[in-house]
């Protein structure tokens, strides 16, 4: 089993950065790889980025590249995701997972390919 923690997320306004924190324990030791994910209301879940334990490759979607960074401390078992210049379409509530095993980088952009799951934090960007 791995335990995701989340933290991070609140009200900023447009244009303005924050930084979510997904600290993993558990088997953490063995995670192949940590994304973060999104849902708005109303809307399905989307992939948002997602970091390799070990080699360290990010994926990113087309939506938040160049604004947003995904990097991983290894002792501190934790992920994290600098997100700046957002946007008032960032606002969903953001969530990490883990995937234990080797996925091709198509697999790592879907939900479905994600094992263990945190609980979720709002992020809201004001106009």
């Known amino acids: 089993q791995v335990q995701l923690v989340e933290s991070g997320g609140g009200l900023v306004q447009a244009g303005g950065s924050l930084r979510l924190s997904c600290e993993a324990s558990?088997?953490?030791?063995?995670?192949?790889?940590v994304g973060w994910f999104r849902q708005a209301p109303g809307k399905e879940r989307e992939f948002v980025a997602t970091?390799?334990?070990?080699?360290?490759?990010?994926y990113y979607a087309d939506s938040v590249k160049g604004r947003f960074t995904i990097s991983r401390d290894n002792a501190k078992n934790t992920v994290y995701l600098q997100m700046n210049s957002l946007k008032p379409e960032d606002t969903a509530v953001y969530s990490c997972?883990?995937?234990?095993?080797?996925?091709?980088?198509?697999?790592?952009?879907?939900?479905?390919?994600?094992?263990?799951w945190g609980q979720g934090t709002q992020v809201t960007v004001s106009s």
């Open positions: 997972a883990a995937v234990l095993f080797l996925q091709g980088p198509g697999a790592l952009t879907k939900s479905a390919s994600y094992g263990f």
């Open positions: 558990g088997r953490s030791f063995s995670t192949y790889a």
């Open positions: 970091v390799t334990w070990g080699v360290g490759s990010t």
